[in-house]
């Protein structure tokens, strides 16, 4: 349920149809090296192209779109969302991280480039528990903003010491989570079901589909992850069950 990510450059498989095959869809992290070239497409599968960090120029039908992002903790996200037989060149203009989450989609949608100031973003947790899972959520896609998708893909933002992912939640299906850390020192704890571990940089949860999963932040450090879900066939992610034991927390 849990990987460390050696990163190195090029492609790096967080999972695929080899590894972690339940989790429904593919997520790779691409490490570039200033003036790499990479090329993405696929002839079955929606993509969704996540700069984590660096500064890129995307060319795609025609047009030509620059992402830069220095800081996931203070900047908002650019995302560029593709259907299947569209072909993306990416230039890495700086060392950069790229991630790109794909599943098999049928439908055929326009392209959708998403700017920081197009990103859905909410501060949660405020109010309740005296603020210990106060967290950012930064929603990207979804099924209420994009419902011709079979993927949702956003960010979490965890303060120091806080919980996410809170009150212990579930749903049929699966997700990945993917952790970066504001130090390199950095830790937090990814609780799925029954059981936890230690999450680090480059860290991967796999949650399977019907299992709750709350995240626990180390005091003094910030916990940032990438969240993706696959819909189901005819069961698409809108809401989160919460588990009933932990129901009485929703309670004012």
């Known amino acids: 349920m849990f990987a460390n990510i050696d990163l190195k450059k090029g492609c790096n498989v967080i999972c695929d149809k080899n590894n972690h095959k339940d989790m429904l869809m593919d997520v790779y992290s691409y490490i570039l090296d200033t003036e790499d070239k990479l090329e993405i497409y696929s002839e079955d599968k929606e993509s969704a192209i ?93 099924y209420n903003s994009a419902p011709y998708s079979n993927m949702v893909l956003g960010e979490v933002l965890s303060y120091t010491g806080r919980w996410n992912s809170y009150p212990p939640h579930h749903h049929p299906q699966p997700e990945v989570y993917y952790f970066k850390f504001n130090h390199p020192s950095g830790f937090g704890v990814s609780v799925i079901g029954d059981e936890a571990a230690v999450v680090k940089n480059n860290s991967a949860a796999y949650i399977p589909g019907g299992l709750v999963h709350p995240q626990a932040t180390a005091p003094g450090y910030r916990m940032y992850y990438v969240w993706m879900i696959p819909h189901l066939e005819n069961n698409p992610w809108t809401e989160r069950i919460f588990a009933k034991e932990h129901e009485w927390l929703l309670e004012k």
């Open 50 to 142: 996540l700069l984590i960090t660096g500064d890129i120029t995307l060319e795609y039908n025609g047009q030509t779109q620059n992402m830069s992002r220095k800081d996931i903790f203070t900047d908002n996200p650019y995302c560029l969302h593709i259907p299947k037989q569209t072909k993306v060149l990416v230039k890495s203009n700086s060392d950069a991280e790229v991630l790109v989450q794909q599943k098999e989609n049928e439908k055929t949608f326009d392209i959708k480039y998403y700017t920081p100031e197009d990103i859905e973003q909410v501060v949660a947790g405020v109010d309740e528990y005296d603020s210990t899972s106060k967290r950012i959520i930064r929603t990207i896609f979804d």
